[in-house]
């Protein structure tokens, strides 16, 4: 198995912090985040992972190396987008040329915290369709401040996706299974416009009848770290387990997950 983490945005929402760092290298429990993305590979015994670098690349790629003891087992193979002010859609078409034809690959976020056993659910209930790691009960608040959404049919087929809908039933964790059709799906949108989101390619495939299946992955630890209020949730719940200080904030915690 192989997975493609991109790692290429530029982290606005997290600045001043990522003014001279690049967002994945942001510590959480004292490691980076992304060497949180790859541990959890690694201990799912994903062999390579694809990390496809952006916003300042070159030091994100010098840094992760002194990180490699947390992630050993898997190995990272780095692609540079130039273009990633275009969209994390494009940095996932730049790992193509890395992917084999009809080869099924993981895909994942680098700003997303998430527990290994929902790799295993891919691992485990293996299947040659595109799929999403849904929660259909999501626990915490800041899973739903600026989530992608989806609704999901009785059949568990994924009908619709995107942060603004007003009818859906899950929440996108930013865990996926692709198949190599994602690729034909960027290039025909890359051709069309600027800017170019995984979520976009997800509804092409919707559109023109491709399968794209939800994998239940609800009670299931994950986190998306985008702000610096999601940073300090995400400090508070993995490196102190102070949920009642979590809670007086707002926020509903349970705890299932350490790094």
Known sequence: MRAV?????????LRPLTMDVPKPLISLCGRPLLVHVLGALASSSVEETIVVT????????????LWESYF??????????YEYDRGNGISLL????????????LLLMSDHIVEPRIIGSFLRNMVADTSLAVDRRPRFKPQMRDATKVLVNKNNSIIDIGKDLLKWNGIDT???LCMPVVFD?????????YNVSITDAMNWLIRTGRAFRAIDVSGSFWLDVDTVEDLDFAERILCG?????????????????QP
């Not at 916003?55 to 190396?65: A, F, I, S, V």
């Open 5 to 13: 983490v991109v790692a290429a945005g530029n982290g606005t929402r």
């Open 54 to 65: 952006g916003y300042l690349g070159k030091r994100l790629q010098e840094n992760l190396r």
């Open 72 to 81: 050993a087992g898997t190995f990272v193979r780095f692609v540079h987008n």
């Open 94 to 105: 730049k790992s193509r040329k890395y992917i084999r034809d009809q080869e099924i690959f």
């Open 174 to 176: 930013g865990v996926f």
């Open 185 to 193: 799906a960027l290039r025909v949108i890359a051709n069309q416009r």
């Open 241 to 257: 387990g102070d949920v009642e200080s979590a809670t007086r904030m707002g926020w509903d915690c349970i705890p299932v997950y």
